[in-house]
């Protein structure tokens, strides 16, 4: 198996920790995204769409990583993705839950606009309409994820670990970058911990731990937006 990742994209962090953490063989090769190598000759022909991560096997790609997750669960036998009816449909609803609300209001809206050059060049009016959105609506999502996903158990569908930890941490983990404060979500900051604490935690985010130290935008800023959306 061969995976395409860049260290600096969220979801392909999700495959490489839990696939360092299940002990899986596999060859790497890292896409710069920064550096245009997804709009290298001949990478249209791994993912027409350009992106990362991409999951090799034989003659088979995979793109999208909450698929990718599911496939190597699968592959592997791996109890992380549960075979149960109900218990699978819950894992596959929590990773729907990420992909949509969650990922457009505080992935997008809230921490991108402050890191990447297609949002940070936008007209100023503009990009503090979206950080205004993602700041109300991201509370919302984190409330839910907080006092109801993770309340009272250890893990997003229980107390056992399951591929939708892997593929939410990363995403909410992306709250680093504009050092967004945890704080008033407790159980969100536990689970956090329990998934930093992982043995492929640290070999697939240290990199994207590393930019975040050296180019974290003004913590003084994100405070007052918070501030602002109580």
Same mark, same amino acid.
């Given at each position: 198996?061969?995976?395409?990742?860049?260290?600096?994209?969220?979801? /392909?962090?999700?495959?490489?920790?839990?696939?360092?953490?299940? =002990?899986?063989?596999?060859e790497e090769q890292v896409i710069d995204l920064m550096s245009g190598d997804h709009f290298g000759e =001949?990478?249209?022909?791994?993912n027409p769409n350009r992106q990362v991560p991409v999951l090799v096997d034989g003659e088979f790609h995979l793109t999208e990583s909450a698929a990718i997750l599911k496939y190597l669960a699968d592959k592997?036998?791996?109890?992380?993705?549960p075979q149960g009816l109900r218990a699978r449909?819950?894992?596959?609803? &929590?990773?729907?839950?990420?992909? &949509? =609300?969650?990922?457009?209001?505080f992935v997008y809206c809230l921490v991108y606009t402050s890191i990447l050059p297609d949002f940070t060049s936008m007209n100023a009016i503009s990009r503090a309409d979206i950080e205004h959105m993602g700041a109300v609506?991201?509370?919302?999502y984190l409330d839910v994820l907080d006092r109801h996903m993770l309340a009272g158990h250890d893990y997003l569908c229980g107390d056992e670990i399951t591929i939708a930890d892997y593929h939410g941490a990363a995403l /909410?983990?992306?709250?680093t970058?504009?050092?967004?404060d945890f704080t008033r979500y407790p159980n969100v900051t536990a689970w956090l911990a329990r998934m930093s604490d992982r043995p492929g935690w640290e070999p697939s985010f240290a990199a994207f731990n590393g930019f975040v130290a050296a180019m974290?935008?003004? !913590?003084?800023?994100?405070?007052?937006?918070?501030?602002?959306? !109580?």
């Open positions: 198996m061969k995976l395409y990742h860049d260290p600096f994209s969220a979801p /392909a962090r999700a495959v490489r920790c839990f696939m360092l953490d299940e =002990g899986m063989t596999f =001949g990478y249209d022909a791994v592997f036998h791996s109890s992380a993705y449909a819950r894992v596959n609803e &929590t990773m729907d839950w990420f992909n &949509t =609300g969650f990922l457009f209001n609506k991201s509370r919302k /909410a983990n992306m709250g970058a504009v050092d967004f974290r935008m003004e !913590p003084e800023r994100m405070k007052a937006l918070l501030a602002t959306h !109580p």
